[in-house]
């Protein structure tokens, strides 16, 4: 019999195993320090989740609730926001939920959870280009470029094309396409200057909603249309949507971790600024969206222009441009940000053969890989030709909120994973590794493959296994809760609902005290932060985080479904026949053939 075989790993040595290899498979500069990781959260948070979402879900989704909805979404998050901590400190290299589904469930899921991240971040950089396009025609020039469009460009345009045509909104996505091209680092400096900007824009429109505003516009304001008044002005329903819709604003720490594998020393810089730049975006945004809703009615807020419009309003014509520019360029950090987390995303995939390859070559003299930047800067391009902003603000916060409910499970996953010492390395087991790193030995020049064997692995056994199925158990529980309170049923609510879903929750509560008791979390000793009450935090984290996604639009939630389709297609047309692993199985085939009659 053959000494060795292609037969995968068990689960949990798998788990570790991979993201220890994997996460140092790159060939990104390290130049990254903790101030331009706080500063690349905040600009990616406070950009795009206050200056050009927030006017539209005021006028169109909460009102004056959506002040309180962004402490509810901030609630929501902190498990989360935790688990990433924890995360970011047990690995360095690539890391972002990508990567963990990839080395905990396989390719097939890290091909799913890629096109859902992917969708989402391109639709977030079509809408806020849609926004600071629309702001720097309105303010800088008076409309001018809308004029034109409509007079030479829209006449020669297929009708549904020429209804969105923005040459604004293009031009500002061909623009942070060529600044990422550039480099990582003119990235960071950039996001730095622009953040440091944006604060004091911030304190300059709160101090004048304390001397223009009035408290009745957050209170008791009255809609003369539609008749909606007070502060919960489009009800409870309106004030968890808003929530749920702004998990897309709270993104920004996503993009920290990602660009671990270009920080100094990602371990103990990426929990310190995920929690920095999350503690500090929350309290801008709220003040930020108190001081709109406190200087005029909620339904006289201008969803793509509401901020700077209210002091145009106002007659405050230099508060009004000093805003305006600070719009313009948060707004502009922001879909930085997205777009260069949307690159690493896509270099990533690429590179592991899920996606076509080419989008993994970088350019030598920035390190980038800028063909990966030039598709998605297009696609994105045509996204904002194909739809509105109103239609945009309703389809986010779908795939954002699933991968946050899977960065949770995961933590769980591989706290109760315990290293054991690797065996010492052979010439087979190298090859083995070089699969588990995705290295095909093409010389196809992409990512120099690196055949060291990684100093720990993982040691897989029952108990440890059932932590897993038990947590996994615990989802699905709170899962049918969630559908038993949301859609609609013939059961009475109170007599036959509520009691199932206490049910439900007592249950999922005793599944977590058997996971606490029953096994023990094991911790890496070079390890900065460790996520506390494991399991309970990323329970409560999986919890509130379906129930937002059920307060989602059901366009949202189609859109997910069929997001997921798109990947599972994807992943069996294309990548399972070319992905690095399955190659590389195949090379081992031909250099050593598993002997099938003797096991």
Same mark, same amino acid.
Request: proline share 4%; with cysteine; aromatic share 12%.
């Given at each position: 019999?053959?000494?060795?075989?292609?037969?995968?790993?068990?689960?949990?040595?798998?788990?570790?195993?991979?993201?220890?290899?994997?996460?140092?498979?790159?060939?990104?500069?390290?130049?990254?320090?903790?101030?331009?990781?706080?500063?690349?959260?905040?600009?990616?948070?406070?950009?795009?989740?206050?200056?050009?979402?927030?006017?539209?879900?005021?006028?169109?989704?909460?009102?004056?609730?959506?002040?309180?909805?962004?402490?509810?979404?901030?609630?929501?998050?902190?498990?989360?926001?935790?688990?990433?901590?924890?995360?970011?400190?047990?690995?360095?290299?690539?890391?972002?939920?990508?990567?963990?589904?990839?080395?905990?469930?396989?390719?097939?899921?890290?091909?799913?959870?890629?096109?859902?991240?992917?969708?989402?971040?391109?639709?977030?950089?079509?809408?806020?280009?849609?926004?600071?396009?629309?702001?720097?025609?309105?303010?800088?020039?008076?409309?001018?470029?809308?004029?034109?469009?409509?007079?030479?460009?829209?006449?020669?345009?297929?009708?549904?094309?020429?209804?969105?045509?923005?040459?604004?909104?293009?031009?500002?996505?061909?623009?942070?396409?060529?600044?990422?091209?550039?480099?990582?680092?003119?990235?960071?400096?950039?996001?730095?200057?622009?953040?440091?900007?944006?604060?004091?824009?911030?304190?300059?429109?709160?101090?004048?909603?304390?001397?223009?505003?009035?408290?009745?516009?957050?209170?008791?304001?009255?809609?003369?249309?539609?008749?909606?008044?007070?502060?919960?002005?489009?009800?409870?329903?309106?004030?968890?949507? *808003?929530?749920?819709?702004?998990?897309?604003?709270?993104?920004?720490?996503?993009?920290?971790?990602?660009?671990?594998?270009?920080?100094?020393?990602?371990?103990?810089?990426?929990?310190?600024?995920?929690?920095?730049?999350?503690?500090?975006?929350?309290?801008?945004?709220?003040?930020?969206?108190?001081?709109?809703?406190?200087?005029?009615?909620?339904?006289?807020?201008?969803?793509?222009?509401?901020?700077?419009?209210?002091?145009?309003?106002?007659?405050?014509?230099?508060?009004?441009?000093?805003?305006?520019?600070?719009?313009?360029?948060?707004?502009?950090?922001?879909?930085?940000?997205?777009?260069?987390?949307?690159?690493?995303?896509?270099?990533?995939?690429?590179?592991?053969?899920?996606?076509?390859?080419?989008?993994?070559?970088?350019?030598?003299?920035?390190?980038?890989?800028?063909?990966?930047?030039?598709?998605?800067?297009?696609?994105?391009?045509?996204?904002?030709?194909?739809?509105?902003?109103?239609?945009?603000?309703?389809?986010?916060?779908?795939?954002?909120?699933?991968?946050?409910?899977?960065?949770?499970?995961?933590?769980?996953?591989?706290?109760?994973?315990?290293?054991?010492? *690797?065996?010492?390395?052979?010439?087979?087991?190298?090859?083995?590794?070089?699969?588990?790193?995705?290295?095909?030995?093409?010389?196809?020049?992409?990512?120099?493959?690196?055949?060291?064997?990684?100093?720990?692995?993982?040691?897989?056994?029952?108990?440890?296994?059932? *932590?897993?199925?038990?947590?996994?158990?615990?989802?699905?529980?709170?899962?049918?809760?969630?559908?038993?309170?949301?859609?609609?049923?013939?059961?009475?609510?109170?007599?036959?609902?509520?009691?199932?879903?206490?049910?439900?929750?007592?249950?999922?509560?005793?599944?977590?005290?058997?996971?606490?008791?029953?096994?023990?979390?094991?911790?890496?000793?070079?390890?900065?932060?460790?996520?506390?009450?494991?399991?309970?935090?990323?329970?409560?984290?999986?919890?509130?985080?379906?129930?937002?996604?059920?307060?989602?639009?059901?366009?949202?939630?189609?859109?997910?479904?069929?997001?997921?389709?798109?990947?599972?297609?994807?992943?069996?047309?294309?990548?399972?026949?070319?992905?690095?692993?399955?190659?590389?199985?195949?090379?081992?085939?031909?250099?050593?053939?598993?002997?099938?009659?003797?096991?």
């Amino acid at each position: 019999m053959s000494q060795y075989n292609c037969r995968p790993p068990p689960f949990r040595e798998r788990v570790l195993q991979r993201l220890a290899a994997k996460t140092q498979d790159h060939d990104l500069r390290k130049c990254l320090t903790l101030t331009d990781l706080i500063f690349q959260g905040i600009s990616h948070i406070v950009g795009g989740g206050v200056y050009i979402i927030t006017p539209g879900i005021v006028a169109l989704i909460a009102g004056p609730s959506t002040i309180l909805s962004y402490l509810l979404t901030c609630f929501i998050l902190l498990p989360t926001v935790l688990c990433y901590m924890d995360l970011g400190s047990r690995f360095k290299g690539v890391c972002n939920v990508y990567v963990y589904a990839y080395t905990s469930f396989g390719e097939l899921a890290a091909a799913v959870v890629a096109v859902i991240i992917c969708s989402e971040l391109l639709l977030c950089v079509a809408l806020l280009s849609i926004g600071v396009g629309r702001n720097v025609d309105v303010f800088f020039l008076n409309n001018t470029a809308h004029k034109l469009e409509s007079e030479f460009i829209k006449n020669y345009l297929p009708n549904t094309v020429a209804e969105h045509f923005n040459s604004m909104a293009i031009l500002f996505i061909v623009i942070i396409c060529v600044i990422n091209c550039c480099g990582i680092k003119q990235v960071a400096w950039m996001n730095t200057s622009i953040t440091v900007y944006s604060f004091l824009v911030i304190v300059m429109y709160f101090l004048i909603a304390m001397l223009y505003g009035d408290i009745s516009n957050v209170t008791s304001a009255v809609d003369p249309n539609s008749g909606r008044h007070g502060f919960f002005a489009f009800g409870l329903s309106g004030f968890l949507t *808003a929530s749920a819709v702004l998990v897309t604003s709270f993104s920004g720490f996503e993009s920290i971790v990602s660009l671990s594998a270009e920080a100094k020393n990602p371990k103990k810089d990426i929990p310190i600024a995920v929690l920095t730049s999350y503690i500090l975006s929350t309290i801008a945004m709220m003040i930020l969206t108190f001081s709109l809703i406190y200087l005029q009615p909620w339904y006289e807020v201008t969803k793509e222009t509401g901020l700077a419009d209210s002091l145009r309003k106002l007659d405050l014509f230099i508060p009004m441009y000093l805003l305006a520019i600070g719009i313009v360029m948060a707004t502009f950090s922001s879909s930085l940000c997205n777009l260069t987390t949307l690159i690493r995303y896509v270099f990533g995939v690429s590179h592991d053969g899920l996606f076509f390859e080419v989008f993994a070559r970088i350019m030598e003299c920035s390190q980038v890989p800028v063909i990966a930047a030039i598709a998605v800067s297009a696609t994105s391009i045509v996204i904002t030709l194909i739809f509105s902003y109103q239609q945009l603000i309703h389809m986010l916060s779908g795939g954002i909120i699933l991968s946050f409910l899977l960065i949770n499970y995961i933590t769980v996953v591989i706290a109760y994973s315990e290293p054991v010492p *690797a065996p010492a390395p052979t010439e087979r087991s190298t090859l083995v590794e070089n699969e588990v790193r995705g290295g095909d030995g093409a010389g196809d020049g992409t990512v120099p493959e690196d055949t060291s064997v990684p100093t720990d692995t993982l040691h897989f056994d029952k108990q440890e296994f059932r *932590a897993a199925v038990s947590f996994g158990i615990f989802t699905k529980l709170i899962f049918v809760a969630c559908a038993l309170y949301y859609f609609p049923s013939s059961w009475d609510f109170w007599v036959i609902r509520v009691p199932l879903m206490v049910i439900l929750v007592v249950v999922s509560v005793a599944v977590l005290i058997y996971i606490r008791v029953s096994y023990t979390v094991h911790e890496d000793p070079d390890q900065t932060f460790v996520c506390p009450f494991m399991p309970f935090v990323p329970a409560l984290g999986v919890s509130v985080l379906m129930f937002s996604f059920c307060n989602l639009d059901a366009v949202a939630h189609i859109l997910t479904v069929v997001y997921g389709v798109v990947g599972v297609s994807f992943y069996f047309a294309y990548g399972y026949f070319h992905s690095r692993i399955t190659r590389r199985k195949q090379k081992l085939m031909e250099t050593d053939p598993i002997d099938d009659n003797n096991g």
